[in-house]
């Protein structure tokens, strides 16, 4: 096949924190061990097929800007996809990765029917499996895109109409299957078009029912067909809908206990959706791994001056820190890893810049997981967390919450003439010196 990145041979190599070569990591190295485990195993980078083979740079003002021949008007759509899919696992393995992650649309043109677009994802799948194996790359997870086409406007599974459930419903079984060929490790449900516009004309108890409904139906079909890898539902509050029913992991996680679903989903956060809900991304991970959904990420990260989920590629080593330390306290990925959702600027038009792109948030997160996992070793965060909740171990502590204490009892308590409990500092700046002592030493 003839070579699209001509100008980088790749692998790209680790040179280290000194390396003047913009082609190179400085801080990824994959084969080091790092808190048990290879930086490499750890991490477990994907690179999205969306945004980096499947968008032209066109954005809402504008036409396409990016060198994507693949894209252009008028070629045989099969014949382009199989170029795009070349193009593709060149890129992840010039760039050394192990996963990628697609949509069925990503890979495989709509055709006029379904069945032809089932054949066509079919075809372009058995492809993938044959450059998975020449590559040794891997699918972190597959996922269907049920929000582009103008039939899912009104949702997809929350759709007013159930011949439009239907068909998200089949569409969903046909990638879902492929993601279990393709040994995808997770299966994600992004519910882009899962929301409202406006109340007046919703009806939110249906389509929260609706939507369980679905849910339910994709874990029957994972475990009917034997797919190991775990469903993911990934939240964000809104956009493209105004309201977005997976607004957050909290929202996430109420629906899945109020509809029983809590012990076969888990959540893919991402960064900047976790700051369009208004929230900081370890908070979203932090909750997630206390309430036990916790799954992947989609490593990006939002603009501050701009609300629009821009998804540019992460480049805060201190944001990623506190998110790595949530995921390392957490114990670590399982089936997740770090997809980058992520994408370049419009006039970034050489074909290379999408190397420079992901190396910035390889690195990125390499570093991140230094730091992090340097904070888990010295352990004085979590010493402080510990000290700060000790009297929750002593007896008025423990009787509290095994219930033994009711009202009556504290009201007690309190009138015996226990003393007025002494407030304690919390510490916060002197936590946060930590943190950047540990981004700073980190290496
Ligand atoms: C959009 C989402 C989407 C999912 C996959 O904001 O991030 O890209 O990750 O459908
Ligand atoms: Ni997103
Ligand atoms: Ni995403």
């Known amino acids: 096949m003839p070579e699209f990145f001509t100008d980088v041979t790749g692998p790209i190599p680790y040179l280290g924190p000194d390396s003047n070569e913009p082609l190179s990591f400085r801080w990824y190295d994959k084969d080091r061990v790092v808190a048990g485990r290879r930086m490499e195993d750890h991490l477990r980078f994907a690179v999205c097929y969306w945004h980096s083979f499947n968008w032209d740079g066109f954005d809402i003002f504008g036409a396409g800007t990016l060198d994507r021949p693949w894209l252009a008007p008028g070629l045989d759509p099969m014949e382009a996809a199989r170029a795009k899919q070349d193009a593709a696992f060149?890129?992840?393995?010039?760039?050394?990765?192990?996963?990628?992650?697609?949509?069925?649309?990503?890979?495989?043109?709509?055709?006029?029917t379904f069945a032809q677009s089932t054949a066509n994802l079919n075809e372009l799948v058995e492809r993938a499996a044959g450059l998975q194996e020449q590559t040794g790359v891997g699918l972190l997870w597959g996922t269907a895109n049920l929000f582009s086409h103008p039939r899912f406007a009104a949702g997809a599974a929350t759709n007013p109409n159930p011949e439009m459930f239907a068909r998200a419903a089949a569409q969903v079984c046909n990638i879902l299957e492929a993601t279990h060929r393709l040994g995808g490790e997770n299966y994600v449900l992004w519910g882009g078009r899962e929301g409202y516009e406006t109340l007046l004309n919703t009806d939110l108890q249906r389509e929260a029912d609706q939507l369980a409904r679905f849910m339910h139906l994709v874990v029957e079909h994972k475990h009917r067909i034997g797919f190991t890898g775990a469903i993911l539902i990934e939240p964000k509050p809104f956009e493209p809908t105004k309201h977005q029913y997976d607004y957050d992991s909290a929202t996430v996680h109420a629906f899945l206990q109020r509809y029983d679903l809590a012990s076969e989903i888990k959540v893919n956060i991402e960064v900047n959706h976790a700051t369009l809900a208004g929230h900081d991304f370890h908070h979203e991970i932090a909750y997630a791994n206390a309430a036990g959904i916790f799954g992947?990420?989609?490593?990006?990260?939002?603009?501050?001056?701009?609300?629009?989920?821009?998804?540019?590629?992460?480049?805060?080593?201190?944001?990623?820190?506190?998110?790595?330390?949530?995921?390392?306290?957490?114990?670590?990925?399982?089936?997740?890893g770090l997809n980058f959702d992520a994408k370049l600027r419009r006039q970034s038009i050489d074909r290379s810049d999408l190397f420079h792109a992901h190396i910035a948030g390889m690195d990125t997160m390499a570093r991140a997981l230094l730091a992090a996992s340097l904070l888990l070793e010295e352990g004085e965060l979590e010493a402080n967390r510990e000290a700060r909740y000790a009297g929750w171990d002593g007896a008025l502590g423990r009787d509290i919450m095994n219930g033994s204490l009711d009202l009556p009892s504290l009201q007690k308590w309190a009138a015996d003439g226990a003393p007025d409990p002494a407030p304690v500092s919390g510490r916060q700046e002197a936590l946060e010196n930590l943190v950047a002592r540990a981004v700073e030493r980190a290496r």
Not at 93 to 101: D, I, R, T
């Open 296 to 336: 992947s990420i989609d490593a990006n990260a939002g603009d501050d001056r701009l609300g629009w989920d821009v998804d540019r590629f992460p480049v805060s080593v201190e944001q990623m820190t506190l998110g790595m330390y949530e995921i390392l306290r957490g114990g670590g990925f399982t089936t997740g």
């Open 90 to 112: 060149e890129f992840f393995a010039k760039l050394g990765v192990p996963f990628y992650c697609f949509h069925d649309v990503d890979m495989a043109p709509a055709g006029d």
